[in-house]
């Protein structure tokens, strides 16, 4: 069965640095997609970003991009110049290729952004 | 607007009260599923649907029942309500191929007394 670690349950940075939140995960597959999910106080989900397994090019969204490792089965997510609207939980997800198949969420990353 | 919609935000419940959590999608998703949230336990799946009509037991299936009559909503039942069972519950919907990600509904913290 396919594992999510996220080993690190808070971080802090100092608002406008750079902060990098840890993932592994395990699994036999070739063919699957990773996530990035924010829940700020609002408790709302967010997507932050997507990988796709096969492409070995690193996902970016705007501040938000990963260090994508596929043999080393890493997915790390920088914030570059973190604001203070970054604080929330992080959670690395994983899913499968394989049709109908499920999210699998690691225990989350709660990060603090120091004024 | 587009989106998953979870009903009611907040619940409280007396142990052995029943009730049902409700969820509705305007998307079009075959995927749907119920995920509650624990301090310190991340997400973990309660149950999960691919399409109309077929539901399937996903990680923390007990004392939870759901069903899947319209590819729009997707309610979960609490049975009789346990104190074990407090916790934030989220609904989601994606398409079930291409790797798609979720889309949330706002989430119910429920409180079992």
């Known amino acids: 069965a396919q594992t999510v670690t996220q080993s690190q349950p808070e971080m802090s940075v100092q608002e406008a640095e750079t902060v990098t939140l840890s993932c592994t995960y395990d699994?036999?597959?070739?063919?699957?997609?990773l996530f990035w999910y924010k829940q700020p106080p609002s408790r709302q989900m967010i997507l932050v970003i997507r990988?796709?397994?096969?492409?070995?090019q690193n996902a970016t969204e705007n501040r938000f991009s990963v260090n994508f490792q596929k043999a080393a089965k890493s997915f790390s997510l920088k914030i570059s110049d973190s604001q203070l609207g970054d604080a929330a939980m992080y959670f690395c997800?994983?899913?499968?290729?394989?049709?109908?198949?499920?999210?699998?969420f690691g225990k989350g990353t709660r990060l603090h952004i120091l004024p | 607007n587009a989106g998953v919609t979870q009903t009611p935000k907040f619940q409280v419940l007396k142990t052995g009260q029943s009730m049902t959590l409700q969820c509705a999608q305007d998307?079009?998703?075959?995927?749907m599923s119920w995920y509650r949230q624990d301090p310190g336990m991340g997400l973990r799946l309660i149950h999960y649907?691919?399409?109309?009509?077929?539901?399937d037991q996903g990680e923390v299936p007990n004392g939870y029942n759901v069903s899947r009559s319209t590819t729009e909503d997707f309610p979960l039942r609490l049975l009789s309500a346990a104190p074990s069972q407090t916790s934030v519950y989220f609904c989601?919907?994606?398409?079930?191929?291409?790797?798609?990600?979720?889309?949330f509904g706002s989430g119910t913290r429920l409180t079992v007394v």
């Open positions: 699994t036999s597959e070739s063919d699957y997609y």
């Open positions: 997800a994983y899913r499968s290729g394989n049709r109908d198949d499920k999210i699998i």
């Open positions: 990988q796709e397994a096969y492409k070995q």
């Open positions: 989601a919907s994606s398409r079930v191929s291409g790797g798609y990600g979720y889309t």
């Open positions: 649907s691919v399409g109309a009509g077929i539901t």
């Open positions: 998307m079009n998703h075959e995927y």
